[in-house]
Each structure stands twice: as structure tokens, then as C-alpha cells.
């Protein structure tokens, strides 16, 4: 297989997988207001039940935000050595600027992969917030009883 098909599988494949992520962020993100703007507090005899069902998916969310950087890092790093390869390989023929031009390529996953981190870590952050909201306002609600 040419070095040039590599790069290419390389590149979409981690870009490919980081969009699937941020797919997967906003999915559950949505799901998750929606869920939490028809809970009925009241229909909870148990403090823990509640939080079982508010918190679902959250983990999956904080974890793409957290590791989403890693693999944008992990695709840059990998086009880097299929760069460096290619320079060896063409190190007669290969002018500066095509150097340049694979090596900035190469940086495009780690934006993507911290394109996909922020809003995950934002979209987490307030859902967990919402969470504590809900469980103080079931709390309250226990206490009126």
C-alpha cells in the first residue's frame, strides 16, 4: 500500500471516528434535556433511583471530552511519522514546502479532536448542573412531605 493511501486512512479515519464522537456528544447531550425536562420528581421514592436515571450517559459524554484530545493527538502524531517517512523516502526530490504542507495537515486532527473536547466538556458541565438541580429540588420536594 502507497505511504500517500496511509496518510489518507490515517487522516479520515481519526477525523472519521472524532466526528462519530461528536455525533454521539450531541445525541445524548439532546436526549438527556429533553429527559430532564420531563422528569416528574414526584413519581421518585428514592433519592439514589433518581440519580441513576439523571446521570445516565453522562459518563459516556465526559469521557469523549476527555479522551477526544488524545485522539485528534494520536492522528497528528501518526501523520508526523508517515510525513517523516515520506521525506526519507523522497529526500532527493521533496522541496520544503510540501514538508510543511503535510506537517501543518497533520496538526488538523488535534484541532478536531479539541473541536470535539470543548463543547463535550461544556455540554457535560451543564448537564451536571442540571443534575444537582434536580436532585436539590427532589430533596425539597421530600421534605415538604
Known amino acids: 500500500m502507497p505511504i500517500e493511501q496511509l496518510k489518507d486512512i490515517v487522516d479520515y479515519g481519526v477525523i472519521g471516528l472524532l466526528f462519530f464522537l ?3 456528544t450531541f445525541a445524548y447531550a439532546i436526549e438527556r434535556v429533553l429527559f430532564y425536562r420531563a422528569v416528574r420528581l414526584e413519581d421518585y421514592k428514592h433519592k439514589l433511583a433518581l440519580e441513576l436515571d439523571l ?24 501523520a508526523i511519522i508517515l ?20 506537517l501543518a495537515l497533520a496538526l488538523k486532527a488535534t484541532a478536531a479532536g479539541l473541536v470535539v473536547a470543548i463543547p463535550a466538556t ?6 451536571l448542573t442540571r443534575v444537582d438541580t434536580l436532585m436539590v429540588k427532589w430533596e425539597i420536594l421530600q421534605d415538604e412531605k
Open 83 to 102: 510525513t517523516f517517512y515520506i521525506i526519507g523516502d523522497q529526500q532527493d526530490t521533496i522541496d520544503p514546502g510540501e514538508i510543511m504542507k503535510h
Open 22 to 24: 461528536s455525533f454521539i
Open 55 to 78: 446521570s445516565k450517559r453522562l459518563a459516556t459524554i465526559a469521557s469523549i471530552g476527555s479522551n477526544a484530545p488524545y485522539i485528534g493527538l494520536l492522528g497528528t502524531v501518526l
Open 122 to 127: 461544556v455540554l457535560y458541565n451543564a448537564l
